[in-house]
């Protein structure tokens, strides 16, 4: 049988002497990886707070927090302001922190989110207190009892959100 070309040169390609890459090119290249496998956990933070900063805000459209909202009205609010103040900021600080980390879960690389989920209580308890922060230099009224409601909805149902869209996204979606 008669070799093509191609499959000649693929053969003297094969036979040929290997010819190794300079030592900077393949120290840049492991480098480049080893930063890729292992993001900072300051750059995934900046990172979920960005995310963080844009869902939120959308959320803001049918959920006000702390009287902070784009449309007017309450929105979803008056249906949980009917099961008393207390549960009303407890939901509201999982909504605004559980669709963050949801969508979190689903856009970020499988190496930040694991450093994400590494230090989940630490970042999104860091995640929640910034946003009330944020919300009290913008002026909104914080009241103490019901804004540790809110937190503690928010850590927790971060938390929640972002295991269950992990588990989704590795589950369902792979």
């Not at 090119?25 to 707070?49: A, C, H, Y």
């Not at 308890?125 to 804004?147: A, H, K, N």
Request: hydrophobic share 50%.
């Amino acid at each position: 049988m008669k070799k093509t070309n191609m499959e000649k040169e693929f053969f003297e390609f094969l036979s040929s002497n290997p010819i190794s890459p300079p030592k900077e090119i393949s120290q840049n290249l492991k480098e480049k990886i080893s930063r890729d496998l292992n993001p900072s956990s300051i750059s995934v933070f900046g990172k979920v707070g960005i995310i963080h900063l844009i869902v939120g805000t959308i959320t803001l459209l049918f959920c006000p927090q702390f009287g902070l909202g784009f449309l007017s009205g309450m929105g979803i609010m008056h249906l949980f302001m009917g099961l008393g103040s207390l549960a009303c900021s407890l939901l509201c600080g999982s909504l605004f922190l559980g669709f963050s980390t949801l969508t979190v879960s689903m856009i970020l690389r499988p190496e930040e989110i694991r450093i994400v989920r590494r230090n989940n209580f630490i970042q999104i308890s860091l995640l929640t207190l910034l946003s009330l922060l944020i919300f009290m230099v913008l002026g909104e009224s914080i009241v103490p009892g019901l804004s540790m409601a809110w937190l503690t909805g928010g850590i927790f149902m971060g938390i929640f959100s972002l295991e269950a869209g992990w588990f989704l996204r590795k589950h369902l979606w792979s």
